[in-house]
């Protein structure tokens, strides 16, 4: 209730814009044969309900590729970076490479909010590694059937990264 409230309070150009930002609706690798980018309609179609439904994922599909480049750019002060599924021999010049998509200010708030989802009275407990501060977001998703939502079949995903003091790892489960 409280994000759906938050999206309709700023413009839809601006919730769309934070989920293309992010990557999502656009491929995250063209060397990934068979990837798609997921669905994002234009901001333009969009009416107040798709608007509040989208603050909490629902009308979005995005793929594990995406949403797993998107937590590692949290992670990484907000930066985008491109992802390889080989050995990057060069890793000072990846380090140089990707787009700055969130105000690093931003994301240190975010990975703060982030933790707590690990930590006692959370709803990810289950991602807690002894030695390790993790970072992420649960949530459980309705498989798409017939047109609508199924009541009986769903996902559940946990999205985030560690250590939260310097991330070396994003993952979706």
């Known amino acids: 209730v409280g994000v759906s409230k938050m999206a309709l309070e700023i413009p839809a150009e601006q ?63 907000g930066r985008l970076r491109p992802v390889s599924f080989t050995r990057v021999a060069d890793r000072a010049q990846i380090a140089k490479t990707g787009d700055q998509v969130f105000r690093p200010e931003l994301t240190t708030q975010l990975r703060r909010m982030l933790e707590t989802v690990s930590q006692d009275g959370g709803t990810g407990t289950e991602a807690r590694v002894a030695g390790y501060r993790v970072a992420g977001k649960t949530g459980t998703v309705k498989k798409s059937h017939d047109g609508g939502y199924s009541e009986r079949s769903y996902l559940a995903v946990f999205a985030g990264f560690a250590p939260v003091s310097n991330p070396r790892l994003a993952m979706v489960v």
Do not use: K
Request: proline residues 2%.
């Open 15 to 77: 919730v769309w814009s934070a989920f293309t930002r992010a990557g999502f609706g656009a491929r995250a690798s063209a060397d990934f044969p068979g990837e798609v980018g997921g669905v994002l309609r234009n901001y333009r179609q969009w009416h107040d309900v798709e608007r509040a439904t989208a603050a909490y994922g629902y009308g979005v599909s995005v793929t594990a590729l995406q949403l797993v480049r998107a937590y590692a750019a949290l992670a990484d002060a």
